[in-house]
């Protein structure tokens, strides 16, 4: 199985400001990486596939990058509604595994 | 618009089983792979299992093989899974979530829609 390891566990940002989450996999995942968005009582929401490519709908500020075992979620300026958790999912072996998460909080 | 809509949670004991279903509809089910992701409560996310378009193939974590059973039924654009065995571990809230094809072949098992949840307890 594929570990999926997010870090920091909590990112405490200013609006306005450059958010970067990181994601690594225990194994090459190439660029078979999603990124999901997930606000309290809610469901995760598809931000990112490919490592890279913004899902339909998803502002530009999001921007995802890397591949193979080492990937970056970048929010270049922080807007109020950004706060939440952010879940990274590789879909490269079976069993699909999630990251445990980034919490982007209030600074 | 694509809508999914679980049901079937609940209180149960250790040992019980229970039902979920989830129905879908604004999209054509019989086309597109499906799964159950679960999370705990405050924590991360946990995929569950997969299921083909057709079903012709299913895939479990292995935390539920043995224990849960994955269906679906095209005609009625529903979802299911069968928790048998339920132990503490197993409570959280599931969520169905639907994929991008008929089947998830490498580089599209991701998931665009999502369903609101159902929370299953386990608990004496």
């Given at each position: ?38 606000k ?23 921007g ?11 929010i ?32 | ?32 792979y ?20 057709s ?30 065995s ?25 998931f665009?829609?999502?369903?609101q ?5 386990v608990?004496?």
């Amino acid at each position: 199985e594929i570990v999926m390891t997010q870090s920091p566990a909590t990112l405490s940002v200013s609006p306005g400001e450059r958010a970067t989450l990181s994601c690594r996999a225990s194994q090459s995942v190439s660029s078979n990486l999603a990124w999901y968005q997930q606000k309290p009582g809610q469901a995760p929401r598809l931000l990112i596939y490919g490592a890279s490519t913004r899902a339909t709908g998803i502002p530009a500020r999001f921007g995802g990058s890397g591949s193979g075992t080492e990937f970056t979620l970048t929010i270049s300026s922080l807007q109020s509604e950004d706060f939440a958790d952010y879940y990274c999912q590789q879909y490269n072996n079976w069993p699909l595994t999630f990251g445990g998460g980034t919490k982007v909080e209030i600074k | 618009q694509v809508q999914l809509v679980e049901s079937g949670g609940g209180l149960v004991k250790p040992g019980g089983s229970l039902r979920l279903s989830c129905a879908a509809s604004g999209f054509s089910f019989s086309d597109y792979y499906m799964s159950w992701i679960r999370q705990a409560p405050g924590k991360g996310l946990e995929w569950v299992s997969y299921i083909s378009s057709s079903d012709s193939t299913i895939y479990y974590a292995d935390s539920v093989k043995g224990r849960f059973t994955i269906s679906r039924d095209n005609a009625k654009n529903s979802l299911y899974l069968q928790m048998n065995s339920l132990r503490a571990e197993d409570t959280a809230v599931y969520y169905c979530a639907r994929g991008l094809a008929r089947h998830c072949s490498g580089s599209n098992c991701y998931f665009l829609s999502w369903g609101q949840g159902t929370l299953v307890t386990v608990s004496s």
